[in-house]
Nanobody, 122 residues
Framework: QVQLVESGGVLVQAGGSLELSCAAS???????MGWYRQAPGKQRELVAT???????NYEDSVKGRFTISRDNAKITANLQMNSLKPEDTAVYYC?????????????????WGQGTQVTVSS
């Protein structure tokens, strides 16, 4: 069983930057890694994904502001968030799936972290 542990969530002012980190307990069975977020009263939504080869995909509202990266040796996936907006406030979850293909459906992901709270004040 792969465990994912997120870190880096804090309170930050609008326009600020923040980096979230996700550490996996094992590289075995992990190909795609991604970040999701869930705001109160809303469904969990995809933020970004990255394949083992480094191909990335972003949700439209974060394109140009967020960058996902990955270190396969350290088994980590980071999310650099710039120009943060109050609407970015959510619990951010790291996710991973065994498939080689990216997916936006959270049900396609096999492993999840516990989540880290990001709050952006206006």
């Amino acid at each position: 069983q792969v465990q994912l542990v997120e870190s880096g969530g804090v309170l930050v002012q609008a326009g600020g930057s923040l980096e979230l980190s996700c550490a996996a307990s094992s590289i075995l069975s992990i190909n795609v890694m991604g970040w999701y977020r869930q705001a109160p009263g809303k469904q969990r939504e995809l933020v970004a994904t990255i394949t083992r080869g480094g191909s990335t995909n972003y949700e439209d509202s974060v394109k140009g502001r967020f960058t996902i990266s990955r270190d396969n040796a350290k088994i980590t996936a980071n999310l650099q968030m710039n120009s943060l907006k109050p609407e970015d406030t959510a619990v951010y979850y790291c996710a991973a799936r065994r498939s080689w293909y990216c997916s936006g459906d959270p049900y396609d992901y096999n492993y999840w972290g516990q989540g880290t709270q990001v709050t952006v004040s206006s």
